[in-house]
């Protein structure tokens, strides 16, 4: 069974800090990442996608990715209330393979 | 463009009825995907269609199918419904098979 796994949380950070979302995965044939974030009532919009290993910065959110330990993280920089919502980390294996979602990590930020 | 549109928002059911639910993905994405949300297990993956084939198929009974015409929409069914169907039934679309999902509001299932 090729699994995610997130965080169990909730994580709850002041406005202005770094918020820091972990999920490691099973699957040592995963190729692809990403993160959905989910708003209350809504239903998940992706925010990042990260293939190799490193860094990867769009905005305030850097995806990090590190294929050997098979780790997969999302910082998010000064958080924001807008913040304030369930982040979904998401890996595939490729090709004609399906996405897997973790369980998900609810974020608050207060103001 | 219009976004991935499901269709019913929200329906309730009795047990043992089945229930047909639709999506329609954004226009020339070919590839379509749903998933049943529940606050305890998250989402977990039903199936994936492209091209009116089926692609993937997650680890539900035969009761659930679905189906995708060649217009690109789909349509997933479950039939004798048990209480545990309630959940919230996503879909989302892409234009290839890849992990950049775009999803629809979702049809939020009540089986009493």
């Known amino acids: 069974q090729k699994e995610v796994e997130q965080n169990s949380g909730p994580l709850s950070v002041p406005e202005g800090a770094i918020a820091s979302l972990n999920c490691t995965y099973s699957d040592r044939g995963s190729q692809s990442f990403f993160w959905y974030r989910q708003y209350s009532g809504k239903s998940p919009e992706l925010i990042m996608s990260i293939y190799s290993n490193g860094d990867k910065e769009d905005g305030r959110f850097t995806a990090q990715l590190n294929k050997a330990s098979q780790y997969v993280s999302l910082l998010i920089r000064d958080s924001q209330p807008s913040d304030s919502a369930t982040y979904l980390c998401?890996?595939?294996?490729?090709?004609?393979?399906?996405?897997?979602f973790g369980k998900g990590i609810t974020l608050s930020v207060r103001p | 463009k219009a976004g991935v549109t499901q269709t019913p928002r929200y329906l309730i059911k009795t047990r043992g009825q089945q229930v047909t639910l639709s999506c329609s993905p954004i226009s020339g994405h070919r590839s379509v995907s749903w998933y049943q949300q529940t606050p305890g297990q998250g989402l977990q993956f039903l199936f994936e269609?492209?091209?009116?084939?089926?692609?993937n198929k997650g680890n539900f009974p035969g009761r659930f199918s679905g189906r995708q015409f060649s217009n690109s929409r789909s349509e997933m069914n479950v039939s004798t419904l048990e209480l545990g169907d309630s959940a919230l039934y996503l879909c989302?679309?892409?234009?290839?098979?890849?992990?950049?999902?775009?999803f629809g509001e979702g049809s939020r299932l009540t089986v009493l």
């Open positions: 989302a679309s892409s234009e290839q098979h890849t992990g950049e999902l775009f």
């Open positions: 269609y492209f091209s009116e084939t089926q692609r």
């Open positions: 998401a890996v595939t294996g490729g090709a004609n393979s399906k996405l897997t």
